[in-house]
């Protein structure tokens, strides 16, 4: 079956490192994207891409880069982690055709 | 104002109760409506989509769309406790899905 795959699921970092989270999808859809939550703010787009070498920013982007080599990966990078990056991360890919999003499992990141 | 908004709950019925969520959005330009369920801790998953104005069912589900009024809603008929969850609205502009803040819905048996 199909799926989305993200790793690390939890990480605890310091403030200032560098992270980069994973993503990977064998749905073999062009779109992909990374949200994410918070309490009392619901899921935000950071950022998202349209396909190979494609990248976009979205509502809430600062800090965060993303970048596309080939079409099942989208990793997003935090390039110097800050206390109010702490959150849930969700990345997910979408079929062009319907809209319909599909999400990997998350991955729960706090900046200390 | 946010481009979706969801009635902020939290919800709660009785087993058996029909429960209603709401949503409206501020995009005279969206294309497609989705609504995604989440349990704590867990993920977002998709249970109902609706691109055309009126009603949608599947099983206990009812999705209902007024494009004119820009108002989408979700009734679940029969609640039960595995119900219980966040109830996430999605609105599609271009490729990208904007999400409302959910509404918590608790089934009490």
């Known amino acids: 079956d199909a799926e989305i795959t993200q790793s690390p699921r939890h990480k605890i970092t310091e403030t200032g490192r560098q992270v980069t989270l994973a993503c990977h999808q064998t749905?073999?859809?062009?779109?992909m994207f990374w949200y994410r939550q918070d309490l009392g703010h619901g899921l935000r787009l950071i950022h998202y891409?349209?396909?190979?070498?494609?990248?976009n920013k979205g509502e809430v982007s600062d800090g965060y880069s993303v970048s596309r080599s080939n079409t099942e990966d989208l990793p997003l990078t935090l390039e110097s982690a800050a206390s109010s990056q702490t959150s849930v991360y969700f990345c997910?890919?979408?079929?062009?055709?319907?809209?319909?999003?599909?999400f990997g499992e998350g991955s729960r990141l706090t900046v200390l | 104002q946010k481009e979706v908004e969801q009635n902020s709950g939290p919800l709660s019925v009785p087993e058996g109760a029909i429960a209603s969520l709401n949503c409206t959005y501020s995009?005279?330009?969206?294309?497609?409506f989705f609504w995604y369920r989440q349990y704590s801790g867990k993920s977002p998953e998709l249970i109902m989509s609706?691109?055309?104005?009126g009603d949608k069912e599947d099983g206990r589900f009812t999705a209902q769309l007024n494009k004119a009024s820009q108002y989408v809603s979700l009734l679940i008929r029969d609640s039960q406790p595995s119900d219980s969850a966040t109830y996430l609205c999605?609105?599609?502009?271009?490729?990208?899905?904007?999400f409302g803040a959910g509404t918590t819905v608790t089934v009490r048996a």
């Open positions: 995009d005279r330009g969206s294309q497609s």
């Open positions: 609706i691109y055309s104005n």
């Open positions: 997910a890919s979408s079929d062009r055709n319907t809209g319909e999003l599909f």
């Open positions: 749905w073999n859809h062009n779109n």
């Open positions: 999605a609105v599609r502009v271009d490729y990208k899905l904007s």
């Open positions: 891409s349209y396909g190979v070498q494609d990248t």
